[in-house]
């Protein structure tokens, strides 16, 4: 696989990791029902909980932004893809304002609390993008050293190392 390709591809990673998570808390509701549930589980199960039910929130915006992002990479070099699909989790955090403005105000305007609302809704946005493009490094990371990704140039491998 080409660096380029394991790029695109990293744009389905949250859908990937929304079906682990949504597994795992349903799994784990029934193992361990709530009143018998280890600390470490109630901390995992409601890391899964906002993810999973995040995806009403996040789900339309970040389809528009990985169609987005996917059908602008289709020709670009791995490190422009890297430089511009960093800044996603901002940008997700813009379309999820937009939505929020577009479901919440649609009816009876803007309400009182919504710059607080926004705010939330960002820093989550943001939280989560990040912390999956970290997990997609560390994929990245072990698919190199096994060798699954195609070396490329020196250029461009040393600039996606840090990737």
Known sequence: MKTQTFVRLSLL????????????MVVMSKIFPASESLPIFSALLTISFIYAFGILVWGIPYSILALGLWIWSAKKDANTMKKVFIFSPLMLAILVAIEALFILGRDHGVPSDFGEAVLALGGLSILFGYGTIGMVAGLYKLLRMGNFIEQEDETTSTQLETF
């Open 13 to 24: 990673f949250p859908y990937a990791l929304w079906v682990v998570l949504a597994s795992f």
